[in-house]
């Protein structure tokens, strides 16, 4: 069983930045698709960031493209997403999640509220 904690979240103004971090308890992002998701508040789950195994391909949703960045640390088992010019829009509980060796992985969310 793998286990993945999001970290990062947090209030912030409008304009702002935040850097959410995914770490998992073994070591299997270097063989995994990874992905940010993110649910506001009646809204379905949505795929925000994907980043590819070797971490040579990403790719992002059209509302977030230019703004968000994501990254991992093979080396130290984490995958990041870095969020600039943050807005209310981005307001969500967002979720890491891993595809590794037929299986999916969850973690348990972490809250970002864009507001002033």
């Known amino acids: 069983q793998v286990q993945l904690v999001e970290s990062g979240g947090g209030l912030v103004q409008p304009g702002g930045s935040l850097r959410l971090s995914c770490s998992a308890s073994?070591?299997?992002?270097?063989?995994?698709?990874v992905g940010w998701y993110r649910q506001a508040p009646g809204k379905q789950r949505e795929l925000v960031a994907l980043i590819i195994r070797g971490g040579s391909s990403t790719n992002y949703a059209d509302s977030v493209k230019g703004r968000f960045t994501i990254s991992k640390d093979n080396a130290r088992n984490m995958v990041y997403l870095q969020m600039d010019s943050l807005k209310p829009e981005d307001t969500a509980v967002y979720y890491c999640n891993a595809q590794y060796l037929g299986n999916t992985y969850w973690g348990q969310g972490t809250q970002v509220t864009v507001s002033s």
């Open positions: 073994r070591n299997i992002f270097s063989g995994s698709a």
